[in-house]
């Protein structure tokens, strides 16, 4: 019973954010309720006895990738911008209509799962030590190739950040 | 080495840390008001009149000649001469100030007033705890606040006042000897007249 | 002296059995709380003041000593004076964040308090990731800085925030990569684990610390230094120098919600250092066997107490880095070192059969020049190559 109450808050928070970052206004508020929308996701998985899973959620999501998003936001003057447009144009029509779509086809196949038929799994305890086993053993071949991926990113990210700005024509 | 210039830093302040608990080199401080610096030699901060004798009023050496309310800068210096006279050191008259009020909120220290003084009636003291919660004329010293012994003015500028002194009573002998002089050569003459 | 070493644990124990049964665990849970914070409120109100009259003392000065005895009554002055001042909000602030922002900066850190071990038997939480929750805590504040810089509507607070963030996000690379050997040696992400494999002795009693290897050594240094960065503090205060740029992020911000920002602050220390001496300096036990009869928890508060004066004298020496420099330092001198530490751990771990009186310093002497030397180079690096001796040309 708790706990499904407490499934119920984190969701709760978790939406809340979710829709608050949709529909907010002002970007960097829009920026920090998908923060508090990651936090929620993190009190999800820690309700689910996944510490690892959560703790690293927050650690990643909320403590660096949020902060990604705000420097983004402040950096590129996206708070100026102002969100316009009609309030029932076609675009808008669209966009709820592919939104349910794609709802019902993600409904559709959770409903349909086999998963959700039979009783519920045992709890797996995975204790830290057993999630970097199998990291190292069965799917290390994943894990590389993150990290490949990873390096590509950050090596990236250094070569845009090292090219010089263009030089401006000078005005006439 | 890579971290020598903090580790030699560190060891300096942890010297001063230590020493600061038994070596007065090492804490500097002087907890005022507890404590006072003593005082130095040739600071100045406002004017006083010097008065010789016991009687502040009697004694003052100012002759309201009025030369330090001219020079006076900000012009803080305002003096009414009192005509009534009285003799000085030497016994000659002189005018006496009746009113001699000093501003000592416009007073600039500059000691202008003390060297064009011809008597030495005016110098310059030392105290700076001025003070006072009276907004208005809490800092307008009058002659009787601004009238301070010779003894006192003596213990700020022993050598100067050592020769003011000196000269006075140099002054005073000669004033005397020529008076008695006068005095002899003013006696009655002698009966049958000057030959 | 199990009875002394125990006495929180007996204590809470007992008040906790007053309780009716199903609200024992709630009891206790609050006890806890209550003790930690009672605790660490008051090293903050004896922190503030012992670092105003350490500093005064280094600075060939008294420190504050009008208030109380030798000033210890200062903490409740300044108390008094944050809770009456005026509370200033900016006319164009974003009201919900600049509210928002002290709460957000001081909530995550008492949260980072649950997992430290701080005597035996005395941890709020036995986690079994205790340090990642640690980290994944601490990067919250990182949100609150930001939050306090933009709603303040102020360039001077937008700039600081900016400038504390980047300092701040720099610095948890080698933080976290500095704690990576010590996790790898104990075998688990557990911190009373990590303490426990600090338990046993070499001879002569010295205990195994992992200050007193090596990678341990290097370890605690990249880590203290880290730490300073993480927590703002000089040489590290660029985001809050007043010299600088006035206060920085917390420019706008007066009365209480400044008092707040300067508690987290400071709580941000305190569990830091708290993580140091689970991590390097063996937690709770003692140096040496013999010494095993004094409680648990003055060991801990002892250290502490040992780490913080370290904080409080390099504050005290060092001048501020600039931004470049800072960053600098962070990304070419710090996290390349703690790989290499990574690596010289591991070397360590393979030479663990060299335990011999003739053959352990021989492996001490080896791991040490395994990080000493590339520290050197490094460094070098950094700083340029250095300048030939001056020549000094005189007119004839």
Redesign the interface.
Known sequence: MLNEIAFLLCAALTLAGAVAAMTLR?L??CA?CA?GAFAGL?AIYLQLDA??AG??Q??VY???I??LI??TV?LTRGAEIQPGGPAASTSRGMGLGVGALVTACLIGAIMASPGLRGHAPQTVHA???RIGEQLMNQYVMPLEAIGLLLTAALLGAVIIALREPPKEPPAP | MNGAGIIQGMIETARNFAGSYHDPERLTTVQYPEEKLPPVENARTIPFLVYDGGDAMAGLRCTACTICEKECPPQCIYIIKDLAKKPDYVGKMQLQPKVFDIDMSVCMSCGICVEVCPFDAIKMDQVFELSTSDRFLGLLFHKEQLAKPNGYFSQLHKTEAAEIDARRHEDKRKAEASAAARAAAAKPLPPGGVK | MRGLDQIFVWIGREVAGWAPAPAQPLVSAILIIAGIMAVFGTCFALTTIAERKILGRMQNRFGPNRVGPCGLFQPLADAVKMLTKEDIVPFSA?KT?HFLAPLVMTTPIWLAFAVLPFGRNMSALD???GI??F??????S??AV??AG?SSQNKYS?VGA?RA?AQM?SY?VPLVLSTVPVLMLA???SLNEIVAAQGTHTLGGLARWNVFTPWGLAGLLLFLIAATAESNRSPFDLPEGESEIIAGYLTEYSGFKYALFFLGEYLGLFAITGLAVTLFLGGWRAPFQWLEWVPSWLWFGGKFGVLIFLFIWVRATLPRLRLDQLLNFSWRFLAPLTLINLAVAAAWHWTGAWESAAAAPVRWVLCAALIALPAHWLGRALRGAVPPPRKYHYAE
């Open positions: 002002n960097a508020h920090l923060a993190a510490e690892f703790f690293a927050l650690l909320v403590g660096a949020a902060i705000l420097f402040l204790p830290v030590k | 974003d964040l986690l079994d990731s990642l929750f980290f994944a805590i601490g990067s919250a990182e949100l930001f939050m933009w937008l900016m963030i996000i948890e075998g688990s992400l």
